[in-house]
């Protein structure tokens, strides 16, 4: 079982809609989780964190983590055209402090 | 501070030739990891290193690479000999590790798009 699983996608959302970017994790002692972007040719660069259960709201951003079922997911409100990017879900692995990413969600706002 | 820094940012070479690429962390992160980035396999963690010390080298694909960390701002990805399939873009990333509990984020460097023909 692959440590971190997202969809890959393509992801399509209307301007201005909500888009929704889901992740799982293997391991149940993770507590560290990380919600990256990617525009393509570029490096990752970090847009959320959350450590604990339940919602984390930054601007546009709202980043949900629910350990019991090992999901973390990340809500993009008012999609704009430059949200479209790799979305990378990164877990700590509690084993040993690695981070570990998933392969990622390509997304793409529709103006 | 420049963030992380990677060089070369191209590196083309002959299939069977060395190839060194080298990474700056951010000054005062004490973890640093090496990923290899494919359209195929995504974001692969290679090595990573805490305090200097290499704490998990599991991802390494093959005795081919190797790497280092000789003090705490220099680390070197080493591939010998290179092969067509090592053909990714190498990122290079620090953190500050542990904040006594939680992990903080990780820092990327620009990447090292390598392409052996």
């Known amino acids: 079982q692959k440590e971190v699983e997202q969809n890959s996608g393509p992801l399509s959302v209307p301007e201005g809609a909500i888009a929704s970017l889901n992740?799982?994790?293997?391991?149940?002692?993770?507590?560290s989780?990380?919600?990256?972007?990617?525009?393509?040719?570029?490096?990752?660069?970090?847009?959320m964190f959350i450590y604990s259960n339940g919602d984390k709201e930054d601007g546009r951003f709202t980043a949900q983590l629910n350990k019991a079922s090992q999901y973390v997911s990340l809500l993009i409100r008012d999609s704009q055209p430059s949200d479209s990017?790799?979305?990378l879900c990164a877990a700590e692995m509690n084993r040993d402090d690695k981070i570990i990413f998933g392969k990622g969600t390509r997304l793409h706002i529709l103006p | 501070d420049a963030g992380v820094i990677q060089s070369p940012r191209h590196e083309v070479t002959e299939m069977g030739q060395e190839v060194t690429l080298r990474c700056k962390p951010i000054s005062g992160h004490n973890s640093l990891f090496w990923y290899r980035q494919t359209m195929m396999r995504g974001l692969e963690l290679?090595?990573?290193?805490?305090?200097?010390?290499?704490?998990?080298?599991?991802?390494?694909?093959?005795?081919?690479f190797s790497a280092k960390m000789p003090n705490?701002?220099?680390s070197t990805l080493k591939i010998q000999p290179s092969e067509p399939r090592d053909s990714a873009v190498y990122f290079c990333a620090s953190s500050l590790g542990r904040d006594r509990i939680l992990s903080t984020e990780a820092f990327f460097g620009q990447g090292t798009r390598l392409t052996v023909v």
Request: hydrophobic share 30%; proline share 6%.
């Open chain 1, 23 to 31: 992740c799982t994790y293997s391991d149940r002692g993770s507590q």
């Open chain 1, 33 to 47: 989780f990380f919600w990256y972007r990617q525009y393509s040719g570029k490096s990752p660069e970090l847009i």
């Open chain 1, 85 to 87: 990017a790799t979305y």
């Open chain 2, 46 to 64: 290679l090595i990573y290193f805490n305090n200097n010390v290499p704490i998990d080298d599991s991802g390494m694909p093959e005795d081919r």
């Open chain 2, 72 to 74: 705490a701002s220099f």
